[in-house]
């Protein structure tokens, strides 16, 4: 009987490993994007950024994170920029739809106005993609690259074919967690890259700690820490409403 059990474990851990390498290019960045769906949370960033004449820039902001996966509207995040002296932060709310679309809105820290970002270029120094991916993105061409290794772990290397040039992801196929970003212009040229490192599961959810973005158009380079991560529930969801002034 015990050697009947354990032939029948092996045939499902085998054919759960044939499921896994079956999965398409859409289906794996699927999963990466997805990965921390329903997990409200909270957490702190250190953003240090220095642009081509060296200069050094720090930012701390704070991202919180409400699911509602059963409605329309089923992912909301707020940003809030800590002030830097008297200098007031400014707030970012991103809305993400089950369609696939983004709304996002930035509250002016002099005036307090209320400005839409919806289908606009941010003029942010800091590349937040690895805070969150649009699913939009599944609406693009993919397709598989050779696997590579990255950080030591084996991963499947997903191509995204945008409009305005390609997006590589590395991704490891056991818990899709994507280790590595770059992206490159229509002729193929990178533009930018994304590394990650010290990688962290003091919370039941695998994260990295750091990030690192090498623009080499701008010659510039952005390193990103989390200095705190919780999973939280949110008992003040107006915090994700936009204040609009009636």
Not at 173 to 184: A, G, L, M, R
Request: with cysteine; hydrophobic share 35%.
């Amino acid at each position: 009987m015990l050697k009947y059990i354990q032939s029948i474990s092996i045939f499902l851990i085998m054919q759960s490993a044939i499921y896994a390498n079956e999965l398409s290019a859409n289906e794996t960045l699927e999963k990466a994007i997805k990965r921390i769906d329903g997990i409200d949370h909270e957490m702190q960033i250190e953003i240090k950024s220095k642009d081509k004449n060296n200069k050094l820039e720090k930012t701390n902001l704070q991202i919180s994170v409400l699911w509602q996966l059963d409605q329309e509207k089923y992912k909301l995040i707020h940003i809030k920029e800590k002030p830097k002296g008297k200098k007031k932060g400014r707030q970012l709310w991103v809305h993400t739809y089950k369609d696939g679309k983004e709304k996002k809105w930035i509250r002016m820290p002099r005036s307090g106005k209320i400005k839409d970002l919806t289908g606009k270029k941010s003029s942010q120094k800091v590349d937040l993609s690895s805070i969150t991916m649009p699913l939009s993105l599944l609406k693009k061409d993919l397709s598989f690259l050779e696997d590579d290794i990255i950080n030591g772990i084996s991963c499947k290397v997903v191509k995204v074919k945008k409009k305005t040039g390609y997006i590589h992801f590395w991704i490891d196929p056991i818990d899709y967690i994507v280790h590595k970003k770059q992206f490159f212009d229509k002729e193929n040229k990178l533009e930018k890259e994304v590394l990650y490192s010290e990688l962290s599961d003091s919370s039941d959810l695998k994260f990295y700690t750091q990030e690192i973005i090498k623009n080499k158009k701008k010659n510039s380079i952005v390193e990103i820490f989390v200095t705190d991560f919780r999973q939280k529930t949110h008992e003040d969801v107006n915090l994700f409403n936009i204040p609009f002034k009636k």
